[in-house]
């Protein structure tokens, strides 16, 4: 089945406990993403990934990292989480640059 | 900059009653568009998209959606409300002014459908 598989599906922490998100996808699609959904803002892009060892910031950068050593695989880092961190974050991928994209399912994080 | 209006953060319609949901964009260039549709705590599933074919698009759940260019709008209806489409839609525009045809989404509109 074709999915874009996110872990933890939740997550409780402390501020500044350095956390990771996973993310996988088994489409082969050279475009991936991280968003963030809050309430009245929408999804805001965090950063995306254009194909194996190229990022770049989306609009809400600042506090995340990520990498994409592999196709499949882009997860997000928190490297010193803070409260205004807590939020829902999805992943997702796309074939192409104009095509639809697939979402995983979500990862609930909250940061105490 | 590209941007996405949705009008109403909430929307309650009866069932079997019309469903409208409005989206604008900003862009002259026109992008390519999108509505997803998302359930309670699940991600977002692709609804129907519009890319510079024919202008009233079908999509999935008997949801349909017609560009119009000169109101730079993209309306998503449905002829029939049922109680299984209460969920959150967003719209979302793909820039293709921007190299990487970013994604820029509305603030979604949460549907109500009242028994």
């Known amino acids: 089945e074709a999915q874009v598989t996110q872990n933890p599906r939740y997550l409780i922490t402390v501020t500044g406990k350095k956390l990771t998100v996973t993310c996988s996808q088994n489409?082969?699609?050279?475009?991936m993403s991280w968003y963030r959904q809050d309430p009245g803002l929408g999804l805001r892009q965090i950063y995306y990934?254009?194909?194996?060892?190229?990022?770049d910031k989306g609009d809400v950068p600042e506090g995340y990292k990520v990498s994409r050593k592999e196709k499949r695989n882009f997860p997000l880092i928190l490297e010193s989480p803070s409260p205004n961190q807590t939020s829902l974050y999805f992943c997702?991928?796309?074939?192409?640059?104009?095509?639809?994209?697939?979402f995983g399912p979500g990862t609930r994080l909250t940061v105490l | 900059a590209q941007s996405v209006t949705q009008l109403g953060s909430h929307v309650s319609v009866s069932e079997g009653a019309l469903v409208l949901l409005r989206c604008n964009y900003s862009?002259?260039?026109?992008?390519?568009l999108f509505w997803y549709v998302q359930y309670p705590n699940q991600g977002l599933q692709l609804l129907l998209k519009?890319?510079?074919?024919?202008?009233l698009v079908k999509g999935i759940n008997g949801f349909e959606a017609e560009f119009k260019k000169s109101e730079t709008s993209f309306h998503l209806t449905k002829p029939s409300a049922h109680m299984s489409d209460a969920a959150e839609y967003f719209c979302?525009?793909?820039?293709?002014?921007?190299?990487?045809?970013?994604?820029?989404f509305g603030t979604g509109t949460r549907l109500k459908v009242l028994a």
């Open positions: 997702a991928s796309r074939r192409d640059l104009w095509d639809e994209q697939f």
């Open positions: 489409m082969n699609h050279e475009y």
């Open positions: 990934s254009m194909n194996v060892e190229v990022t």
């Open positions: 862009s002259s260039v026109p992008p390519y």
């Open positions: 519009y890319t510079s074919a024919a202008t």
């Open positions: 979302a525009v793909s820039d293709r002014n921007s190299g990487t045809y970013k994604y820029i």
